[in-house]
């Protein structure tokens, strides 16, 4: 079993619809909790991140944590094309690399949304 | 330039070939890391500097797989006696120290191709 599990999609949606990105973990030392945008022949580029449970919220963009049943969303409001990437979790028990600790990453959801 | 560089964007080599991977990270950022990126999967975690400190090398698949950082600066990934199972996307990025934000920056990748 992965330290951490994301659906590989695709996931299709038309223009405005509200996406909801899903990953659950393993490991309960995970503390900090990322997204990142992955657009096709890029690097991966931050997002979100938050810190233990909870909800952040940034524009379109809310990321929410629930320790408690290991399992970690993002949720697209008002998704518009320009939002069609490929959409990666990643997770680390220290804060990024301190402590060396590694930063583990989902698969990633493939979006697209459609005009 | 401002972001991380890599190169060659693209390669394609035949089995048993090595090759050699370059990384100029971000200037001022002391932490580099390199990760692989196979169709399908997500990132797996190879190797991570941080300043003077000893690499943490756990990630590294096999001994066929290497790499230096001189100066604090460039980095070379080196993959010695390539096999059809290395082909996928090495990604690098560079952060600033040991960073609380899980904000790596990531280069747009070298695609290999091993035949």
């Known amino acids: 079993q992965k330290e951490v599990e994301q659906d590989p999609g695709p996931l299709s949606v038309p223009e405005g619809a509200i996406v909801s990105l899903n990953c659950t973990y393993s490991n309960s030392a995970f503390q900090y909790f990322m997204w990142y945008r992955q657009y096709s022949r890029k690097g991966p580029e931050l997002l979100m991140y938050?810190?233990?449970?909870g909800n952040k919220e940034d524009g379109r963009f809310t990321a929410q944590v629930d320790k408690s049943s290991k399992y970690i969303s993002l949720f697209i409001r008002d998704s518009q094309p320009s939002d069609s990437a490929t959409y990666l979790c990643a997770m680390s028990r220290g804060g990024g690399f301190v402590n060396t600790d590694k930063l583990i990453f989902g698969t990633g959801t493939r979006l697209q949304v459609f005009p | 330039g401002a972001g991380v560089s890599q190169s060659p964007s693209n390669k394609v080599t035949e089995k048993g070939k090595d090759v050699e991977l370059r990384c100029d990270p971000i200037?001022?950022?002391?932490?580099l890391y390199w990760y692989r990126q196979s169709l399908g999967q997500g990132l797996e975690f190879l190797i991570y500097f941080q300043g003077n400190s000893a690499p943490d090398k756990s990630g590294l698949p096999s001994d066929r797989f290497s790499a230096e950082r001189t100066g604090g600066s460039v980095s070379t990934l080196t993959i010695q006696r390539t096999q059809q199972e290395d082909s996928a996307v090495y990604l690098c990025?560079?952060?600033?120290?040991?960073?609380?934000?899980?904000?790596?920056?990531f280069g747009e990748g070298s695609r290999l191709t091993v035949l």
């Open positions: 938050t810190y233990s449970s």
């Open positions: 200037s001022g950022h002391t932490a």
């Open positions: 990025a560079s952060s600033f120290q040991a960073h609380n934000t899980g904000e790596l920056f």
